[in-house]
């Protein structure tokens, strides 16, 4: 059944969110992209297959990606862009502007994602900004709403205060809903409890790092994958995130690899292909706010 499911992946798979709007399982990422080679990298990933492009506020490439989005011929109903309100002085009004900021700067009608892109600030901040998010939701700024790095303890956390703003402003539904969280996610960081914590109220999940930035390709669980399915070690670690029901985002501005790392179509992880790669470790790449407390 699984193995059914999983042959039939293809660039255009997609996955729906609590909002009812779908998500291009297969983003590009533009962390470190500068701002004037953006535009053109994101177009290759479009003639490449891409649909979804992975930005934030604190990338400052909004809005080479937006004009991108713009100048392309593919409609904007099949592209998926994301932003992020940026950790540093998380609160309701900064959260509210940073919406305004992002619509602005990209040049779009609508922004398909918007995460709070990291926890910190406390639990006053972390409430404000999350009610801006939704605020926004409801006057279609953005289509779906989201949060990255949040550990579980925050998730936890943010469930009672989804309840508290029900309550404040009238009603079920008033609070919001996670549609995404984004973590690195790779072999190396399965965030299994995160993953768990997830699946159970239909949150999708997204992997940032995907490619653990490059620095795992000699890997003794990854190499006799390598030579096993004669695919690069990208490759296997994108079809890996895939397979898991993630959303990876592979970062280029290489045009040859960013056509590779779109090349996970023609091949297939098998069961004992995944179990190689269970891998019982925390190893991360890049930082990991989830583990702050939460008074941060
Ligand atoms: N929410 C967060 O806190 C957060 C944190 C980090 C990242 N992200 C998001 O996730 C995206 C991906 O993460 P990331 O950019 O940090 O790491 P990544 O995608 O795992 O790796 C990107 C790095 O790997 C290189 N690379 C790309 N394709 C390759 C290939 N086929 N073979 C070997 N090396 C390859 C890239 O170099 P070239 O560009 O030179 O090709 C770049 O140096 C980001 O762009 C961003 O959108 C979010």
């Known amino acids: 059944m699984l193995r059914k499911a999983m042959s039939k992946l293809t660039i ?11 998500i291009p399982m297969l983003g590009y990422g533009v ?5 004037n080679v953006c535009e053109d990298v994101v177009t290759k990933a479009f ?9 934030a506020a604190g990338y400052r490439n909004e809005e080479p990606c937006g004009a991108a989005i713009k100048k392309s011929s593919i409609p904007r109903s099949q592209i998926f862009f994301t932003s992020k309100v940026p950790p540093m002085q998380l609160s309701y009004d900064s959260a509210s502007a940073q919406v305004d900021a992002s619509l602005k700067l990209s040049g779009l009608d609508y922004i398909d994602l918007m995460l709070l892109h990291a926890p910190y600030g406390g639990r006053e901040a ?19 709403i989201g949060v990255s790095n949040y550990g579980v303890a925050h998730l936890d956390e943010m469930e009672v ?12 539904g008033k609070g919001g809903k996670i549609d995404v969280g984004q ?22 999940v997204e992997a940032f790092c995907p490619i653990v930035r490059g620095k795992r390709m000699d890997d003794p669980a990854l190499v006799p994958l390598i030579k096993k399915h004669r695919k690069t070690g990208a490759q296997i670690l994108i079809r890996w995130s895939l397979q898991k029901g993630f959303v990876p985002l592979p970062k280029s501005e290489t045009p040859s690899r960013i056509v590779e790392n ?18 019982d470790v925390y190893e991360p790449c890049a930082w990991d706010p989830t583990v702050a407390a939460l008074e941060d």
């Open 31 to 35: 962390y470190k992209t500068p701002a």
């Open 12 to 22: 255009n798979s997609t996955l729906r969110m609590n909002s009812g709007y779908e």
């Open 262 to 279: 779109a090349g996970v179509y023609d091949f297939e992880l098998d069961t004992e292909d995944m179990k190689a790669l269970e891998l």
């Open 183 to 204: 973590w690195e996610v790779h072999p190396w960081m399965p965030r299994r409890d995160i993953a768990e914590w997830c699946k159970k109220r239909g949150v999708v």
């Open 126 to 144: 972390r409430k404000g900004a999350w009610k801006a998010l939704v605020e926004a939701q409801e006057a279609g700024k953005v289509r779906s």
């Open 47 to 55: 003639e490449a297959g891409y649909r979804h492009v992975d930005s």
């Open 161 to 172: 205060y989804i309840k508290e703003l029900e309550k404040e402003r009238g009603g079920e």
